[in-house]
């Protein structure tokens, strides 16, 4: 099965930017759509954006203008630009190859605070 490493989480300020990188441990863009997901302390895991094998990406209502996600095939990365970060984008966030029955990664932590 295939393996996601995600990077790039950490502290940033209100307003700020951060890019979370998701590298597979082989080709998977080809085979399955990728999706990010995020969970705040107390809440349930919810889905961020996806992108499918052909490029069409989908996001929620609440990052739609801020969160951007893109592929690199040639280094088997997903990546998640996050701008003009809120307080309550505050989560670890993760890599989804497949759906809810794929792979996952282990999360990276975004703290949004002043």
């Known amino acids: 099965q295939v393996q996601l490493v995600e990077s790039g989480g950490g502290l940033v300020q209100p307003g700020g930017s951060l890019r979370l990188s998701c590298t597979a441990s082989?080709?998977?863009?080809?085979?399955?759509?990728m999706y990010w997901y995020r969970q705040a302390p107390g809440n349930q895991r919810e889905l961020v954006a996806s992108i499918t094998r052909r490029g069409s990406t989908n996001y929620a209502d609440f990052v739609k203008g801020r969160f951007t996600i893109s592929t690199d095939n040639a280094k088997n990365t997903v990546d998640l630009q996050l701008n003009s970060l809120k307080p309550e984008d505050t989560a670890v966030y993760y890599c989804?190859?497949?759906?809810?029955?794929?792979?996952w990664g282990q999360g990276t932590l975004v703290t949004v605070s002043s």
């Open positions: 082989r080709s998977t863009l080809s085979i399955y759509a």
């Open positions: 989804n190859a497949g759906g809810l029955n794929g792979a």
